[in-house]
């Protein structure tokens, strides 16, 4: 058995009002993956912080190389070989490639202030060659796919001598193609003897480059697994929530009815970014929307939305053609949006859950002159959304920021529901969210369409395309490739659509 | 949770500290001063508060959408002549030398209207432009400044006739309070109603907090900023007016510093410089902070010109609590 190189011992975090960690044991081996698990709000980012230096640890103990090392800050944890690659990266967009490997630490021409370019870019091309990637360190970041940034970002850190590296949901915005890539990199680190904490929400993963796993719950250990290739994913998610799921992948009822379009698209066109997109949905469906990142699917929407402009196409609400120049239009003719990306366009996260909840339908709280806001009715509405929808808040003014992300999600869906509108247009509904709030926001979209909603429904997730879809357009670089019903479509015919192969 | 929005007071914290620091600062220049609690020393606050505190009180809605305006001062200084040249006055130069015997509405209107134009154009720049505000403002603030010059020749508008009904608006009287208080007053509570009960008030606060969610939610952004800066624009009409009145003529150097004079009250009444929050009732702590420790100074024996220090250390002082809040926050 490889030697130990990181051992967290009784590990243990206090933040007002929360036991985030209670006694975490964790272990790290030389050269191995060590995958940590968890719903959201487990304690993997507060047990990674505290590694990184972010967090100061309330109790415990931290050995490294078998001496015991206390870490203060970030610093302290670089020099002790400790690097992190989190979900947002950090390279400077503007700058070469060298210019971000070398950030901070500029070497200088002897005898002079002038930075030594040449040393800068003959040693950061010496370092991606040296690790075989087909990068050129004069290149700017910018324009570079996120996966070759985070390839980027990989190589920094390991240029400070890192030999534990911390990985948090490395793949939650890379393409298949970019994942294949980033796991290669991985196998290759670990055959230089590097270590890798590795944190995911996708259990698939954990089989293809896993070593052991640990599952978090609730700021506990649950187990470490150092068998993983004895453990099924349904064993996996019932240590997660300490509960069995049964038969988590059926939809009860199909409440479609096929005789009431809502929305058509007819060939809408954004030049280079999509074109000839016709899609329609009706009353009480739900339309998939698949695809790889980067295929469009975003850009349409947010076309369709009138949050980008298009070049051409047709857009149809209940039989009848409308234009859509801004979200405010959209809003209008009954279509809402629930963004991808929550925290920056769909909630206002320094205001309260009621704010939130009315943004987009003050106007019916209004008074007879149309301008002041009847608190006591807003105050009603959005108690009734909180109790609906199960959103766990400690009241309606708690301040979004401090809910967790399933909640927070709640919250944007409660937004729509308040403004009545009758098509909404989801856009990877479950990223981030722990199981059981997924779970929710299942049940939920099926009650909207038992109730005569219309929901599209984008998702990289093929289990959740499959499970929740009644029918499934599938997009490839900008254009629709396939359209498949619920009886037909397998996840082999969607990737072979989104492959385009 | 500490957070709760209910527990933080109406107020918010920031505000809070107003006014237990404007509290503090009457309770020691009333005992420091006997010249503090006359009757011609508060007339004289008030006052100077209402005029800056009627421009502070939009720029506390800029500054909640996350914008700033420093072209008030010279385009209330315009808003002045502009006023004072209509109702005929002894030496306004070029187009406005012809001007004259406008009735008094009509002439207030217009200086209103113009100055609202200036705001407008300040909007539109900051919105459709996309000219950073403070870039936007400061070209805007060149500009008004340059016209007020122009217009006036470089000199004081003086009247040629007392026109009383126009002399009442800066130095009339309600019972004991001043008129232009009242105004101050007024102004006060309808900008404070309108950001706290008004939908204006609610989509005001989640623009500054966040764009693009706001405009994801269906908000017209531009057109509730370029409302923003209209506004602004038509009280520093008003202020015009007001000072041109009470002084009973218009200079073309009015107005000079009350841009920083309003944005120092109203991030010491704890709006947030980055945009999100704030309230009206903290602005005008601000404002009376900035007017009672000038005017205790004065009673003091303490040189004008060591205000300008004062000032200073006041305005950095309200920035590190508010980052320091901010920082707290999370």
Redesign the interface.
Known sequence: MAETILEMKKIKKHFPGVLALNEVDFDLRKGEVHVLIGENGAGKSTLIKILSGVYKVDGGEIFIDGKKRTITCPNDAKTLGIGVIYQELSLLPLLTVGENLFLGQLPHKPHTFAVDWKRVYGESQQFLDKLGLPINSRETVKGMGIGRQQMIEVVKVLASNARIIIMDEPTSSLSDREIERLFSMIQMLKGKGISIIYISHRLNELWKIGDRVTVLKDGCLVKTIDDIDGITSDELVSLMVGRKFEDSFARADNYCDRNIETLRVENLTRDRVFENISLVAHKGEIVGIAGLVGAGRTEVVSAIFGVDRCDGGKVFVNGEQIAIKSPKDAIKYGIGLVPEDRKEKGLVLRMSVKDNVTLASLEQFMDKLGLVVNFVQERKKVQSFIDDLRIKTPGINQVVVNLSGGNQQKVAIAKWLCSHVHILIMDEPTRGIDVGAKEEVYQLMNELVKNGATIIMISSELPEILRMSDRIYVLHEGKVTGELSRAEATEEKIMHLAWNS | ??????KRGRIGIGGLYAYFFLGALILIMIFASDAFLTPYNLYNLLSTAAIKGILACGMTFIIITGGIDISVGSNLAFGGILVAALLGSTNATGLFAHLGNVPVPLAMLIGVLACSLIGFCNGFMVTKLRIPPFIATMGMMQITRGLSYICSGGFAVTFKKDIPSFQWIGSGKIGAVPSIAIFFIVIAVIFGYILK????G??L??IG??E?????????VNKIKMLAYTTLGTLAGLGGIILTARLNSATPDAGMGYELDCITAVVIGGTSLSG??GTIAGTVAGIFIMVVLATSLNLLGVQSIYQYLSKGLILLIAVLIDSYLNRRR?
């Open positions: 949770m500490e957070h709760n929005g209910k009960f008004t939908s204006y609610r989509f606060c989640a907090n966040n693009v969610a706001s405009r994801f939610s269906g908000i017209n999100g929050k999370g």
